[in-house]
Every structure is written in C-alpha cells, then in structure tokens.
C-alpha cells in the first residue's frame, strides 16, 4: 500500500483554516468542540480533520490556550 505523508505548509493551511473558524465560534459544529474527561479533564479538543485534533484549555478572562496538537495516539 502507498503511504502518503503531508508537508509542513500543508498542515499549516488546515490548520490556519480552522484556527480562524475556532475564533470565529469555538463551538461551530463542525469542530466537534468538547470537553475531555480523565486525566484530561481542565482541557478541551477540536478537530482538524478525521483523526487530527487540537488540545486547549479557556482562561477566566475569555481566552483559549492551545496546548498540543496532534493525532488521536500523540494527544489523548
């Protein structure tokens, strides 16, 4: 089977694509932003795509910090 990989400025269209839609409203549908549970359970995730996602936490005053990013394997 053919592996297939992404360049760096690939990754960094999807992403800047979806960081904007995450400002825009952090709760749009199709991020499928939730809550983790667990050891993880101060933070949240969106997704990038399938199986990319985005790991945050909210401050008091409104703002997100992104903390990771990564595969389902490399951040949960």
């Known amino acids: 089977m053919l592996e297939i990989s992404f ?3 690939f990754k960094q269209r999807k992403f800047r694509a979806k960081l ?3 400002r825009d409203n952090p ?6 932003t939730h809550k983790l549970s667990g050891k993880l ?5 969106f ?5 990319q ?3 945050l936490y909210f401050t ?5 910090v992104l903390v ?7 951040v949960y």
Do not use: T
């Open 68 to 74: 990771d990013i990564g595969n389902n394997e490399q």
């Open 41 to 45: 359970k101060d933070l949240w995730s």
């Open 20 to 22: 904007a839609q995450f």
């Open 7 to 9: 360049s760096d400025s």
């Open 60 to 64: 008091d005053d409104g703002k997100a």
């Open 27 to 32: 709760f749009e549908q199709s991020l499928k």
């Open 47 to 51: 997704s990038l795509e399938y199986a």
């Open 53 to 55: 996602r985005v790991l």
